[in-house]
T-cell receptor, first 115, second 116 residues
């Protein structure tokens, strides 16, 4: 079965702190993609990253980094030196090649960065 | 490059009234999606189009929901009649599909529907 679990419903940190958002997924397929999207108060889902199942290299983009570990079925997202503009709901998602790349989203983690 | 455009951004209607949402995808994207997002939840797919063809509408409540993408570009999602439980955000997304593989989906700002 396809499933994405974001156990952290809501997180609050003070500006400049580092924060990690957890994502655990379930899939029976060997070929799949993992995603992170950001949804600020304006409502638009902003694409952050897509990672395929054969690429376990960690990714860094500015203050954002992602840790993909197939052994634990996790795809965690870390924001370093958080800023108030990082406040948003963050969604982890999974798509499987054998399911026509249909995306299944987690329930999201609401992140509050306090000034 | 313009992103996915949706209108209206907000809509308030009384129950049993009809409502329609419009989406214009990113130029060149042949695949278009409509998603429903309830409060505190992730988006859930309602329908997926590849060009003019609805290739996945298994989650679309066909008794009251309908969608069309007549020329393979813009799309309209309609609810008739609306019910209280339809209050949610309706998101449109687009992507490029070729050779049976789909690229990353990009989302519009959504339409927030309130049914009174």
């Amino acid at each position: 079965a396809q499933k994405v679990t974001q156990a952290q419903t809501e997180i609050s940190v003070v500006e400049k702190e580092d924060v990690t958002l957890d994502c655990v997924y379930e899939t029976r397929d060997t070929t799949y993609y993992l995603f992170w999207y950001k949804q600020p108060p304006s409502g638009e889902l902003v694409f952050l990253i897509r990672r395929n199942s054969f690429d376990e290299q960690n990714e860094i983009s500015g203050r954002y980094s992602w840790n993909f570990q197939k052994s634990t079925s996790s795809f965690n997202f870390t924001i370093t030196a958080s800023q108030v503009v990082d406040s948003a709901v963050y969604f982890c998602a999974l798509s499987e090649v054998n399911r026509d790349d249909k995306i299944i989203f987690g329930k999201g983690t609401r992140l509050h960065i306090l000034p | 490059e313009a992103g996915v455009v949706q209108s209206p951004r907000y809509k308030i209607i009384e129950k049993k009234q009809p409502v329609a949402f419009w989406c214009n995808p990113i130029s060149g994207h042949n695949t278009l999606y409509w998603y429903l997002q309830n409060l505190g939840q992730g988006p859930e797919l309602l329908i997926r189009y590849e060009n003019e063809e609805a290739v996945d509408d298994s989650q679309l409540p066909k008794d009251r929901f309908s969608a069309e993408r007549l020329k393979g570009v813009d799309s309209t999602l309609k609810i008739q009649p609306a019910e209280l439980g339809d209050s949610a955000v309706y998101l449109c997304a687009s992507s490029q599909t070729s050779g049976g593989r789909t690229d990353t989906q990009y989302f519009g700002p959504g339409t927030r529907l309130t049914v009174l």
